[in-house]
């Protein structure tokens, strides 16, 4: 049996935990079962390798890792994720709610290549993560579209707010904006839902706007 697997994507700042919350205390309002998800597993052994090439071990820019490599080290935690935590669940037909997912890879790690080589990679990502490791498919793929100087802004509040310092994705621009591209990329390439995060007008839509757009696309899904 198969379960159902909705995913919240989009680049750093573009508001994906904070809706990720949101959907989550919809689904606990409504009384309905569901498992989350959060990626990268920080707290876990199989998320080390990430760690390190976040934290600059491997070079201090992003592209001192090349995507492939990078991607790797991301997919093991998934893969260690599924074996340990969620698999048993999602094949017992439960609902699974991930922040992150093997879509975080096309989007942070696909930028760091043009044109068909990112065709090719996108192509390898999806034949690595959901055939060879044979991690389920997303029924649903919500993508922020969050163009990078609002989503630079929350960054940076967001740092003040908690005295935290970004990693090596998060503080640099220049590789923000180049994942925001590719994630637009990728959303066309992949069939991603595309959910805006910016008004008519222009300007940031509210939390609860853009919360009510994810709620309805989401219980779609769920059939509900
Ligand atoms: P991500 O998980 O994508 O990195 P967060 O959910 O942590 O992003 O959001 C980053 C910051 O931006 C947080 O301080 C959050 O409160 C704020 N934020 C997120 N979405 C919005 C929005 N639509 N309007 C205003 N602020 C937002």
Not at 40 to 63: A, I, V
Request: contains cysteine.
């Amino acid at each position: 049996m198969k379960g159902k697997l909705i995913v919240l994507e989009g680049t750093d700042g573009s508001g994906k935990s904070t809706q990720f919350a949101r959907l989550c205390a919809r689904m606990d309002a409504e009384g309905l079962q569901y498992h989350r998800l959060v990626f990268p597993r920080y707290q876990e052994p199989s998320s080390m390798l990430l760690r390190m090439y976040l934290q600059g071990e491997f070079g201090s820019h992003p592209s001192d890792v090349n995507a492939y490599a990078a991607s790797t080290f991301y997919a093991v935690d998934r893969y260690a994720a599924w074996k340990q935590d969620w698999g048993g669940f999602y094949q017992r037909g439960g609902v699974i709610l991930a922040d992150r997912y093997t879509t975080s890879n096309a989007v942070h790690q696909g930028g760091k290549l043009e044109g068909e080589e990112q065709r090719e990679f996108f192509d390898w990502l999806a034949d690595f993560e959901y055939g060879k490791l044979e991690l389920p498919r997303p029924d649903l793929v919500l993508w922020l579209d969050m163009p990078t100087e609002k989503a630079v802004e929350n960054l940076r509040r967001r740092e003040s707010e908690t005295h935290t310092k970004g990693d090596i994705h998060e503080v640099d621009e220049d590789y923000l904006r180049c994942c925001r591209a590719c994630a637009k990329k990728a959303a066309e390439h992949y069939g991603w839902q595309r959910v805006p995060c910016l008004d008519e007008a222009g300007a940031v839509r509210s939390i609860e706007e853009i919360h009510d757009e994810i709620w309805t696309l989401a219980r779609k899904a769920l059939n509900l």
